[in-house]
T-cell receptor
Framework: NAGVMQNPRHLVRRRGQEARLRCSPM?????VYWYRQLPEEGLKFMVY????????ESGMPKERFSAEFPKEGPSILRIQQVVRGDSAAYFC????????????FGPGTRLTVT | QKEVEQDPGPLSVPEGAIVSLNCTYS??????FMWYRQYSRKGPELLMY????GNKEDGRFTAQVDKSSKYISLFIRDSQPSDSATYLC????????????FGQGTELSVKP
């Protein structure tokens, strides 16, 4: 029973390039969350999605960041024109329900911007 | 004031000790309480999940919630070197999408 899958595990981008992070939720889970963990900081919520819908994007930076969870395929977190401050670990979590907060995390994608 | 406060440690204990990890939260609307364990450069692993005041036990782990004091704890009995990790408390509000708010995490080291 596969857990949450994320790829790539490590991603290096130069300033100004685009980063695309992918997340496949656990089987049977239709709720996907993205979190960011900056060095010396805790995990911070970014966005909550269900299939074809963004439910809560209150934690997303206003510019350059976008997320989607299409009907088919993985959820994508997209960062355009990356800057060094975007270097962080990005975690995806999935849940069987969007209510109680029981979430299971993937291994993360570590983004390094050079 | 942060919504969830957690002492970052580090906390170092000898093998076999009982470990107590704590968090406080500020918003009485939080109804769900979780503890995650995160090994270095890995994703957080859900350890305990509860929504009521009182104790919940799972093997060597006990989660304790005191809603009147807005205080949550995780106890680890007979600690092992393999328990060395960062422990994160998290809270959420029912019916608000399940967004988790995390504490900063406590780094635990269990010495053989």
């Amino acid at each position: 029973n596969a857990g949450v899958m994320q790829n790539p595990r490590h991603l290096v981008r130069r300033r100004g390039q685009e980063a695309r992070l992918r997340c496949s939720p656990m089987k049977g889970h239709s709720h996907v969350y993205w979190y960011r963990q900056l060095p010396e900081e805790g995990l911070k919520f970014m966005v909550y999605l269900q299939k074809e819908n963004i439910i809560d994007e209150s934690g997303m930076p206003k510019e350059r960041f976008s997320a989607e969870f299409p009907k088919e395929g993985p959820s994508i977190l997209r960062i355009q024109q990356v800057v060094r401050g975007d270097s962080a670990a990005y975690f995806c979590a999935s849940s069987p329900s969007g209510m109680e907060g029981e979430q299971y995390f993937g291994p993360g994608t570590r983004l390094t911007v050079t | 004031q942060k919504e969830v406060e957690q002492d970052p440690g580090p906390l170092s204990v000898p093998e076999g000790a009982i470990v107590s990890l704590n968090c406080t939260y500020s918003n009485s609307a939080f109804q769900y309480f979780m503890w995650y364990r995160q090994y270095s450069r890995k994703g957080p692993e859900l350890l305990m999940y509860t929504y009521s005041s009182g104790n919940k036990e799972d093997g060597r782990f006990t989660a304790q919630v005191d809603k009147s004091s807005k205080y949550i704890s995780l106890f680890i009995r007979d600690s092992q070197p393999s328990d060395s990790a960062t422990y994160l408390c998290a809270v959420s509000i029912y019916n608000q999408g399940g967004k988790l708010i995390f504490g900063q995490g406590t780094e635990l080291s269990v010495k053989p």
